[in-house]
């Protein structure tokens, strides 16, 4: 498939790309920084509507014009650009940025006639993560049935987006999946930094005690680009394991006391639950932390 993906060049992005080329599909970057990777890239600022359905409609490399074929289409658009958090610059500058841009970018894709579209929402939607103070879940496993008040303004950003999504699917038809992606994990970071987690498993309270290994995103998003027919629908994202070293029973016991469990847990099992991934698009996550440190 041709791809055009934005925010490749971050952290998720780049890990995404390199799964998806590895697959066979044509992927073309959209940053506003180059990524390194070997791709065609375009540097486009996605708060300006002109430029991303320019973008989205025009030759992006040589062989391109040699082909004297026209602008070639794209199959799917993933995006993934965003101001990651909060607290990097103002909340209302990560609001403002992340709805803008994702609206333009479904838009976009929409008029253009791309079939599907798959967008990273997060985590952060069940309003744990970035929360004053300690909220805990109204039940886990968290799955996504489970309501969506955040607290804070890139949370709400994706709420935002989730309802933009959806609302363009309505009107329009297209495949549009939301990710709602936990905790990034690059394979360096399992010894750098999951070590502090298996001493002081409080360290991933806010992140509901789960993580995606970045290998297993681009595997999500390749059998998102692979699945079609679901009109709208939103993922968790995740590995099918905690990323703390005590079970499950006592994550409960120390930190969920009150909070409804929904299902026996397995000892080691995510409550972040990816069942409804597993089960619509075939998510088959192969990493985890325990291959590095156990």
């Not at 798959?118 to 103070?133: H, K, L, N, Q």
């Not at 360096?188 to 987690?197: L, M, N, Q, S, W």
């Not at 994202?237 to 409960?252: E, L, R």
Request: net charge negative; proline share 4%; charged share 20%.
């Amino acid at each position: 498939m041709r791809v055009f993906f934005t925010g490749g060049s971050g952290k998720a992005g780049k890990w995404a790309i390199r799964h998806l080329q590895a697959q066979g599909h044509h992927v073309v970057n959209v940053d506003q920084s180059p990524s390194g990777l070997d791709c065609p890239e375009l540097l486009v600022d996605l708060c300006d509507a002109g430029q991303v359905i320019g973008a989205m409609s025009q030759f992006v490399e040589g062989a391109e014009l040699d082909a004297g074929a026209g602008v070639p289409t794209y199959d799917a658009v993933v995006h993934f650009a965003a101001i990651p958090r909060v607290m990097i610059g103002t909340d209302g500058e990560c609001f403002r940025q992340n709805t803008l841009t994702t609206y333009n970018v479904i838009e976009a894709a929409v008029k253009l006639g791309v079939p599907k579209v798959i967008f990273a929402s997060s985590e952060t939607t069940y309003a744990i993560c970035f929360s004053e103070g300690e909220v805990k879940p109204d039940f886990v496993p968290v799955d996504e049935t489970h309501p969506t008040v955040p607290h804070d303004s890139y949370a709400m950003s994706k709420v935002c987006n989730e309802v933009t999504a959806q609302s363009f699917q309505a009107r329009t038809g297209a495949d549009i999946y939301g990710l709602r992606i936990n905790n990034v994990i690059e394979p360096h970071e399992y010894t750098e930094t999951f070590p502090a987690f298996m001493e002081s498993p409080a360290l991933r309270r806010r992140n509901i005690f789960a993580y995606i290994d970045a290998r297993d995103l681009g595997h999500m998003v390749d059998c998102c680009l692979k699945t079609d027919g679901l009109g709208y629908e939103v993922f968790n994202v995740s590995n099918d394991d905690m990323s703390v070293g005590i079970a499950s029973d006592q994550v409960i016991e120390q930190f969920y006391q009150g909070v409804e469990v929904r299902c026996e847990m397995g000892a080691n099992e995510t409550f972040f639950s990816n069942k409804k991934a597993k089960k619509m698009v075939g998510f088959q996550p192969k990493h985890s932390w325990r291959d590095v440190l156990e």
